[in-house]
């Protein structure tokens, strides 16, 4: 599953004084899973408009001139993220890279409609982790409503097991080496046009209606982040 997609583009590769034209795979910003109003009336085709025309995609391009010439410029997107981490210099590359990955992955675990359920290895790992699919909602509730500020709220599988990690701004349980099944952005702008101030109304939305079963299990099976 293309999480953070690639194209490819020439560059020039110079030793001295020669330069020879090499093919590099570039970032690219991947497509929306689903239209801008396929998620009405829960999440309204102006907040997905601004939020990844805007926000995803400002990422996206702050990225690339950061990396443009840099030692990051053809790298996997992961790869930056885990090679930027904790490096304060890096501290810019780190935050726009991690947020266009985030960004991906939250698209990506959303759906409304399709009424998709976990599979049933991952229905066996949620009891097991959280006694029920109810007390898995209910603890993603309450860990996402406790969340401070800016960030995210994941499940992820860490040493066989399941867990609910938030994590602040930009960062990512990747660096814990832990893999995503799936995520819901907690920064305003994910909420604000249509929920105000309302978080938990967003949250509790989420949970119940649009959480992309398909997507959480397809990253459970596979045995990288998902992508
Ligand atoms: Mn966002």
Same mark, same amino acid.
């Given at each position: 599953?293309?999480?953070?997609?690639?194209a490819i583009?020439?560059?020039?590769?110079?030793?001295?004084?020669?330069?020879?034209?090499?093919?590099?795979?570039?970032?690219?910003?991947?497509?929306?899973? /689903?239209?801008?109003?396929?998620?009405?009336?829960?999440?309204?085709?102006?907040?997905?408009?601004?939020?990844?025309?805007?926000?995803h995609?400002?990422? /996206?391009?702050?990225?690339?001139?950061?990396? =443009?010439?840099?030692?990051?410029?053809?790298?996997?997107?992961?790869?930056?993220?885990?090679?930027?981490?904790? =490096?304060?210099?890096? /501290? !810019?590359?780190? =935050?726009?890279a991690?947020?266009?990955?985030?960004?991906?992955?939250?698209? !990506?675990?959303?759906?409304y409609?399709?009424?998709?359920?976990?599979?049933?290895?991952?229905?066996?790992?949620?009891n097991?982790?959280?006694d029920?699919?109810?007390?898995?909602?209910?603890?993603?509730?309450?860990?996402?409503?406790?969340?401070?500020?800016?960030? &995210?709220?994941?499940?992820?599988?860490?040493?066989?097991?399941?867990?609910?990690?938030?994590?602040? =701004?930009?960062?990512?349980?990747?660096?814990?080496?832990?893999?995503?099944?799936?995520?819901?952005?907690? &920064?305003?702008?994910?909420y604000?046009?249509?929920? !105000?101030?309302?978080?938990?109304?967003?949250?509790?939305?989420?949970?119940?209606?649009?959480?992309? &079963?398909?997507?959480?299990?397809?990253?459970?099976?596979?045995?990288?982040?998902?992508?």
């Open positions: 599953m293309a999480t953070s997609g690639l583009a020439a560059v020039a590769v110079c030793s001295g004084l020669s330069c020879t034209s090499q093919t590099v795979k570039t970032i690219s910003l991947p497509p929306l899973p /689903f239209p801008e109003n396929g998620l009405e009336p829960l999440i309204s085709a102006k907040t997905i408009a601004f939020h990844y025309h805007k926000h995609k400002g990422y /996206f391009e702050n990225l690339n001139k950061l990396i =443009n010439g840099t030692e990051f410029y053809g790298m996997p997107l992961e790869k930056v993220i885990l090679k930027t981490y904790g =490096n304060d210099d890096k /501290f !810019q590359i780190f =935050n726009n991690s947020q266009m990955w985030n960004h991906t992955f939250y698209w !990506q675990s959303l759906s409609n399709k009424m998709t359920e976990p599979s049933t290895q991952l229905k066996q790992k949620i097991k982790s959280f029920s699919l109810e007390g898995f909602k209910k603890q993603l509730f309450d860990i996402s409503t406790t969340l401070f500020g800016s960030g &995210w709220v994941w499940l992820v599988s860490y040493r066989n097991k399941l867990e609910i990690v938030k994590t602040a =701004n930009a960062d990512s349980p990747m660096i814990q080496g832990m893999k995503p099944l799936m995520t819901i952005d907690l &920064w305003e702008h994910a604000y046009l249509d929920y !105000q101030n309302r978080r938990s109304d967003y949250i509790h939305t989420v949970i119940e209606k649009l959480i992309n &079963w398909e997507f959480a299990s397809k990253n459970d099976e596979n045995e990288s982040y998902g992508h």
